[in-house]
């Protein structure tokens, strides 16, 4: 993904350049057509990549490396993680609305990330948490 990111920040900057100096140092008139086309086929793919961004499960990377590591592409409520860890009492509701899937990663010993609410957890060796 990086990839296609700096490669396309590279032609877009190349492009930019390049109508600056056509507008300068040669026809105005023609440089000033040539941009209202790229801007016209910038601004349709802008919208091809906004609608390929939006569609469900487009971010739903979720990773976790390293020992006990954990990650969580959403809510992450009344868990026990850890030895001698525990949660009692009665959990909470995870939100009724989960929001944008996000990438969500943890790494190294112990590592814990969460794509949405985190609460009423016990991480740790040790820890409790009572509802």
């Known amino acids: 993904m990086r990839l296609l990111f700096w490669s396309t920040a590279l032609v877009c900057t190349g492009v930019a350049v390049a109508l600056i100096l056509w507008a300068v140092l040669g026809d105005a008139a023609g440089a000033e057509r040539a941009s209202a ?16 961004a939006l569609r469900p499960g487009s971010g739903a990377a979720v990773r976790a490396g390293g020992r006990g590591a954990v990650a969580a592409g959403g809510s992450v409520i009344g868990n026990a993680i850890g030895a001698d860890s525990r949660v009692t009492g009665v959990a909470l509701a995870p939100r009724a609305a989960p929001g944008p899937e996000r990438t969500v ?27």
């Open 37 to 52: 086309v790229v801007g016209a086929v910038v601004g349709l793919a802008g919208l091809v990549a906004s609608v390929f």
């Open 105 to 131: 990663s943890a790494q190294g010993e112990g590592a814990v990330a969460a794509g949405g609410d985190v609460t009423g957890n016990a991480l740790g060796e040790g820890t409790e948490v009572t509802g």
